[in-house]
């Protein structure tokens, strides 16, 4: 079995595609559910069990907030179902 390959894409959305995405998370995250979303065109799945904070970074030139969600790859043995 490969590893996968670390990544780190990004793409930048329209105000109303943005809300779009936002509003789906929100849906998904109140109802314990997975979110599935592409950005630039790879698929990503969001588990429920995912992890979310808001970051704030300032500098000289600009601000960011950034929302974030992070989870851990399940490992799944050998013969174990899922």
Do not use: C
């Not at 314990?32 to 990503?44: E, L, T, Y």
Request: glycine share 2%.
């Amino acid at each position: 079995m490969s590893k996968k390959q670390n990544r780190d894409i990004e793409k930048e959305y329209l105000k109303q595609e943005f809300a779009a995405k936002l509003r789906r998370l929100a849906d998904a995250i109140e109802n314990d559910k997975r979110f599935k979303i592409s950005i630039a065109g790879s698929r990503i799945s969001v588990p429920a069990r995912a992890a979310f904070t808001v970051e704030h970074e300032k500098s000289a030139k600009e601000e960011e907030i950034e929302f974030q969600i992070k989870w851990k790859p399940r490992q799944w043995s050998v013969g174990r179902k899922s």
